[in-house]
C-alpha cells in the first residue's frame, strides 16, 4: 500500500498563479522533506520539515507540516515556467531509518 | 564537482540479459543508495550501504545486486533482466544516514523486451 499520497497528480496552470500541492502520510510522520525533479534529471532537495506546525520558505516555494494531520503541503506563489517538474515528497515514518518513502509525484506544468 | 554520476544514461535489454549499472560520487559520502521510479509509484529503495563493504537490502532487492568496494562507487546488478525491472533508476548518495538532503544522480533509464 501507498504510504504517502500526493495530489494532485498532475497540474496546469497560467504562470503568476498560485498553487499548492498536498502530501499525505498513512502513518505518523519522523520528518517531511520535499524535492523537485525534471525531467532526464535527478531530483533536487528543496526543504525538510520536522516540527508540526513547522513552515519554510524559499524563494516562492513555502513548505507546511501539519504533523496531527499526518500531512504536508507545498505552496508555490505567483508560478513562472522554471517551477514546472515533478514535485515529489519523502518521509520518514519511523526514526532511524535509513530510508525514505516517496510519495506519487505531482507533475505541475506553468503556461506562459 | 561532479556530484553523483550514472551511466548508462539509456539502455534497452532483452529479457535474461544482464547488466551494470554504474554509480560514482565524488564526495566522499558514506551512504549511498539506489531507487527505482516506477510512474504513479514514486521511488523504491533497491539497495544501500552505509559505506565501503557495507550493503543492506532496502525494499525491492528481488533481481538485483550490489557491491560497495570503494567509497566513490556503488554498481547495481542485474543478472536477468525481467520486464518488471523496466523502470529509472535513480542513485543517491549522503553524508548522513538520514537521506534527506542527499545528492542525487541524473537517472539510468531502463527498458527491458
Known amino acids: 500500500s501507498q504510504e504517502l499520497e500526493q495530489s494532485p497528480q498532475s497540474l496546469i496552470v497560467q504562470e503568476g498563479k498560485n498553487l499548492t500541492i498536498n502530501c499525505t502520510s498513512s502513518?505518523?510522520?519522523?520528518?517531511l522533506y520535499w524535492y523537485k525533479q525534471k525531467y532526464g534529471e535527478g531530483l533536487i532537495f528543496l526543504m525538510m520539515l520536522q516540527k508540526g506546525g513547522e513552515e519554510k520558505s524559499h524563494e516562492k516555494i513555502t513548505a507546511k507540516l501539519d504533523e496531527k494531520k499526518q500531512q504536508s503541503s507545498l505552496h508555490i506563489t505567483a508560478s513562472q515556467p522554471s517551477h514546472a517538474g515533478i514535485y515529489l515528497c519523502?518521509?520518514?515514518?519511523?526514526?532511524?531509518?535509513?530510508?525514505?518513502?516517496f510519495g506519487t509525484g505531482t507533475r505541475l506544468t506553468v503556461i506562459p | 564537482n561532479a556530484g553523483v554520476t550514472q551511466t548508462p544514461k539509456f539502455r534497452i535489454l532483452k529479457i535474461g540479459q544482464s547488466m551494470t549499472l554504474q554509480c560514482t560520487q565524488d564526495m566522499n559520502h558514506n551512504y549511498m543508495y539506489w531507487y527505482r521510479q516506477d510512474p504513479g509509484m514514486g521511488l523504491k529503495l533497491i539497495y544501500y550501504?552505509?559505506?565501503?563493504?557495507?550493503?543492506d537490502k532496502g525494499e525491492v532487492p528481488n533481481g538485483y545486486n550490489v557491491s560497495r568496494s570503494t567509497t566513490e562507487d556503488f554498481p547495481l546488478r542485474l543478472e536477468l533482466a525481467a520486464p518488471s525491472q523496466t523502470s529509472v533508476y535513480f542513485c543517491?548518495?549522503?553524508?548522513?544516514?538520514?537521506?534527506?538532503?542527499?545528492?542525487f544522480g541524473q537517472g539510468t533509464r531502463l527498458t527491458v523486451v
Open positions: 519523502g518521509a520518514e515514518t519511523k526514526t532511524g531509518a535509513n530510508n525514505l518513502f
Open positions: 550501504s552505509v559505506g565501503a563493504g557495507i550493503t
Open positions: 543517491a548518495s549522503s553524508w548522513d544516514r538520514r537521506i534527506a538532503e542527499a545528492f
Open positions: 502513518k505518523t510522520l519522523y520528518g
